[in-house]
Structures are given as C-alpha cells and as structure tokens.
C-alpha cells in the first residue's frame, strides 16, 4: 500500500505502451503504476512516477521490484516461468501466475492444454525434424509454422509451401509446432477479465484486422457475428480463463471458420485487440486489468457507442513530415478522432499509438479511423 | 520539444487534482506533464514522470521550470501576476497570458471588465469601509462579500446579515467587493477552450449544484435548460474568451435567475464543473486544455450519452473503514461507475476525487452518481 494515498501499488513488469496505457488507467483509481524497464526511454518511463530500471531476466530484479507491491504483472510474456515460480515461492501476488502464463508464452503447452480442454484448435503438432514437418503436410502445402516461444507482430510466424523451406527453418534450431493453414473466414477475439475470486467479466467479441502479422484494425462489436455465435466465442473464453486459472485480462484470438471458430492465439494482459475499450466501453481494458489483478469488483464492459473501431498507427519511411505537425492535420480534419501516441521513436511498422472513433454506423466509422491512423503513420 | 518523443513539452504550475488529471489526459497525445509541485506528495506529482519541486511565487523556480516547454499553464490561479508577465517578457509562451488571467485572479477587475464589456453582472461594488458596505446595502440585508483574491471553494466569501459583521470582516483588512445577494434559480456553468490561433470550441452548458459553497454535483447538460438560454450562455462565454483574450479553458459560472443569466465567476483552467467530460464529452477538458496552449485544433465537445451526472466525493471524518474498502464496495454495487480519485490524504470536507455515471435518464444517472459518492466519501 502507498501510504501517501492508502491505496495499493500494482507492479508491472515491462515498459511499454501497455504499462503507459495501465498507468493512465492507474490514475483514475487513485493508484500510481510501478513499472520495471529496461530503459529510462521506454514508452512508460517517460510517463509514469514510479519507475525502476531493470530487466525482466534478472530474477533480483524482479524482486526488488516486487517489494511492496500488492499485485506484479506483466506487459509482455517475456518474463521466465521459473523466475515467476520463484516471486510466487516468495509469496508474491504475481498475475497471472505462472501456472496459467506458461499456456500464453508457449504455444507447444498451449495447443496441448486446448486440445485436453476440448477446445476447438486447427490441426497442429510439435515437429523437430524436416521430416515431421513434411509428414504432418502429407503433400499439402503450404503449413504454418510457429516458434513455440517468444513471437509477436507476425515474428516467429513462417508460411513454409515445400519442405526445402521447412528444412531451412528447422536448421535455425528455433524449437517449433506445425499448423494446418486455416481456411479462415475473419479473425475475432474475445477478451475476459478474471479476478481471483473467480469473477469473470466478458467483452463484446470484436473483430481484429490483420496486414502481416500485425493488427491493423479492430472492428466493435464484430461486424455482422450472430448473437449466437458471439456468446459461443466469450463462453470459450470465461472457461479458458477459469480453466486456466488466469487472473487478469485473457485475449483469445479466433479464427472464424465457416460452421464456428477455432482458437489461434492466447495472451493473458491486455492486448492490442481491445485498445478500443477506452473510449468504446464503459471500463476500459487497462482499468480491467488493474481491477482483476487487485481483486476489486470487475467494471462494466458495456459499449459506450454502437460502433467503436481502433486503427493502428504504424512507423512511417523517415524524413516526412513530423509526428506533431501530422497531428495538428489530423485534429483539424476530424475533432472527434480519438488518439493515444505512445511517444515511441518511429522506425517503420513499428506500432506508435493509435486512433479510436466511435458512432453510429460501422462503415463510416472504420473509414473514419483507417484515415486518420494512415493520416498520422505516413511519411514523405 | 522532447526530443525523444518529437512531440511538445506543456508545464503546469500546480501539483493539484486538476494537474493529475491533466497528466492523464497529455499522455494520450504522447506527451508527460511537467509539473511544478510545492511537494513530493501532490496530487499531481504522484503520478507524473516530470516533476520539479518549488514554488509559484518564486520567480527564479517558474523561470528554471519553464526552460525548454512549448507552453506553459496552470493548475491554479494563485501565480502572481508580475511573475507572469516577467515570464512573457522572458519569450515563455505562458497560457492565459498576464492579460486574461488578472480577470479570473482579481474579482474586482473581473466585475469592471464584465461590465464594460455589457456581460450580466449582479450588483456589485468595490468597498473600503463598513460605511461603503452598509450604503451599498441600503438597509437590505444580507449581502455577498468577496475578497478580491485568493478565494476558492466556498473561501474567501461571506454573507453579511448586519452593519456589525461588515464592519468585522473589514476589520481583518481583506481587500474586498460586495455584492448583491442575486435570488437565483440554480446555477449553471458554460465552458469553452480558445486557442492562439482564436478557435473556440464549447461544451454543452451544465447545471452546477453547490453545498457550502463547494460544488457537489454537475449535471450535463443542465435539465430543462431553453435551447435558446444554452445558447445565450455558450455565446457568452464564447464572447468572454475572445473579448479577453483567454487561451486555453475559461469557465464562466453563472446564475440562472428569472428571464435570465448573469455572470457569477471566470476560471481560466481545468475546471470541476468540467471532469464530467472526462467520459461524458468525446474530447476532456483536459486534453482540451493542453491543444489549446499549443494551438492544435480544438476536439469534439459532443456529449457521449444523453445524461452525465458527476458527483465530488469529499473527505469523510477520520477513522471510518478505508477508501480502497469502499472502493470495493462500489465496484460491486455499481460496475458502471467511473472513479476518479486524486491520491490526496482524506480530510473531512476536502475534495478527494469524484464520480461520474452515464446514462439514459438524468434521474436515475443522477441517483447513481450521488450514491456513489456518498459511498466513498462516507466514514463510520
């Protein structure tokens, strides 16, 4: 507990834009977010009070960081399972823990425990040969492959269409799982916030749009889903999340299939796909985040708008015009785009912040966001 | 500029509520607050990343602080205003400029340049003597006192019944106006944000609910309200922001009285009868208030749903159960409500954060919001 104020001190470990977006949300409750970073630059360090330099390896670190904390969680799932299970041995509130992280940091675990679940998956297996890749392909290229630890944004992510690239991959020695290529129809998502009480709280299931790899768009509520087929997506998600014993935020990225969905991805913080709950629901994924983690009663996850979409603002080429002078055009063309920047160098791809715009109507809405998030992202 | 960023540096004298929140709303444009803090422990100061320790009345601290900002503002009005015309004749771009502010610091100035300007004031005179206060009376008592500087949340106003109590406050040497005790109806507010560049943008006019001379609820927009009166106050303020060159936030509090409006208070700054914009307008005063003092374009003043109550919560009497209790009491009676709590110590009567609901229906928006401030304010 901040003794100043009387109210708890949340951890997080990792200072990037989701820390700056948790301590923004930290704020409004009173609280002022810990954030061990690496660098004094990082995307939350330039903004928060209270921040502690170090790296997310260095189990001293960790637990230095840890002292006084009510609650430690992450920004990222970098942070390694036996440094976790060694701040949980200390008795450290750390969420999640590392009995449900490890199904997010490692996709091997992960598609095993989903598949003991019953949960639907696409077909996959663990491959540590050329061979058993081709085996698992039977003559049906192309598979995707994924390293089982560590990928994000599309990295670690390998289309391979003939065993010469599956040899190449393998000889990298990145330990790796095989997929089949999922006819997909869209991606969506369903985000669940779970308290250690066991209150689990369920977002509008969104759609997320993807450009390599890498989320572009996120369209709420998803666009056209069946009331039925929404309430199938966040009560896989409520059972991921109590199966799993997550406490905190659970991302289930879903491939939409013709005839259901299956599950593609899981991350257990909050996450890209439901950036457009600050402005677009009533308590925002961040505030969520902070009220699991911390045992408070969850928040309302109405929608504040009928139609919400989040835009990406990626790096544009160097040397146009600036970040500032591109944000004066922007308000000046639309006053009711919604921006968060997240005061990042640009490098081109590079997510730098984003724009939310809520309305009526879905179409005008996503044009709306898609230019002012290419209106902010283009260079010369 | 900073330079890791490329986006603008803004510093605000003040380390009070209004600077946290304002903290808040800068780094959704990529920016962190600067923030000149008479403690460690100020509101403000808890959770920005760039404080500097010293005093608004130190002239060699405002000018230390404002070295390398693109702008600077305040928290509160208590900034001699010698101090800031030095600052101005330093180059610093200082927001409202010496000009403006004199009229929200010193109220007999505001009252001669309301008047010259033909805005609606009650009657009012500047006094000396017991004798100029019992002519001004003319027999009918009570009247309103106010020092000319220095008042805030009920402080530095009086209402005299009696000769023998004008002749006491004089007694204390206070510079002073009285005025005429105005029979209103309630009280409104009309906020407004002007750039350099002479763009104002206004909010939609709200009713303001005081008790002891504290604001204790704001309701948005004001019920029942003529469409032609909002008008009327909108472009008041509108007129008021541009006749004295105000940039950034002026609120202009006002009685509703029979047939009518007139000008009770200016506050050139964040404002409490602003936070209900927070999430009841699509841009915050906040974030309105930072694109002002860098002369972005102003952003959407467009409420978010049909009624916003906002309710102050304010200090209980010590002992009574802990605030991070009764926040877990409201979470779980009210999922919707919106918490804001500013991190200062609890003192019976001091503002300690505020609660805003969205919703339908004023009526039961309004129930939710008192509730819910009562909830957390009170103590055993």
């Not at 997929?179 to 369903?190: D, N, T």
């Not at 983690?293 to 979409?309: E, H, I, K, Q, W």
């Not at 002078?325 to 997510?351: C, I, M, T, W």
Request: one cysteine or more; aromatic letters at 4%; glycine letters at 10%.
């Amino acid at each position: 507990m901040d003794t100043r104020t009387g109210l708890p001190v949340v951890g997080m470990v990792g200072g990037g834009q989701l820390a700056r977006m948790t301590h923004q949300a930290a704020i409004s409750l009173g609280q002022s977010l810990r954030v061990l970073s690496v660098t004094a630059d990082d995307s939350a360090a330039l903004v928060a009070a209270d921040v502690r330099i170090g790296t997310h390896t260095d189990l001293a670190a960790l637990r230095e960081f840890a002292k006084g904390c009510e609650a430690v969680t992450f920004d990222h799932e970098h942070v390694p399972t036996e440094h976790i299970e060694a701040l949980e041995a200390d008795g450290v509130k750390i969420f999640p823990g590392s009995k449900a992280l490890v199904f997010a940091q490692d996709k091997g675990l992960m598609r095993e425990r989903l598949a003991a679940l019953g949960a639907p998956v696409p077909r996959w297996r663990r491959v540590t040969t050329a061979a058993d890749i081709e085996s698992f392909a039977g003559g049906s290229w192309p598979v995707v492959a994924k390293a089982t630890r560590g990928g994000y944004d599309g990295k670690g992510v390998w289309m391979l269409s003939s065993p010469e690239q599956a040899a190449e991959l393998v000889a990298t020695g990145t330990p790796l799982i095989v997929e089949e290529r999922v006819p997909l129809r869209r991606e969506l998502a369903a985000l669940v916030a779970r308290s250690p009480f066991g209150q689990v709280a369920a977002y509008p299931v969104v759609e997320t749009v993807q450009q390599d790899g890498i989320c572009v768009e996120v369209l709420a509520p998803a666009p056209g889903l069946s009331e039925a087929r929404a309430l199938e997506a966040q009560q896989l998600a409520i059972d991921l999340a109590n199966s799993l014993g997550v406490v905190g935020l659970l991302a289930v990225e879903l491939f939409e299939i013709d005839g259901g969905i299956v599950v593609n991805e899981l991350a257990m913080r909050p996450h890209n796909s439901g950036h457009w709950t600050i402005e677009g629901a009533r308590t925002s994924q961040f505030e969520q985040h902070l009220r699991a983690v911390l045992d408070y009663p969850m928040g309302s996850t109405t929608l504040t708008a009928p139609a919400v979409v989040m835009a990406n603002v990626l790096g544009g080429q160097p040397g146009g015009i600036s970040i500032d002078e591109r944000l004066h055009h922007l308000f000046a063309a639309d006053p009711g785009a919604r921006v968060h920047l997240y005061g990042k160098q640009v490098r081109p791809g590079r997510k730098i912040g984003h724009v939310t715009v809520l309305g009526d109507d879905m179409t005008s809405v996503r044009a709306r966001a898609v230019r002012a998030a290419k209106w902010l992202q283009e260079g010369e």
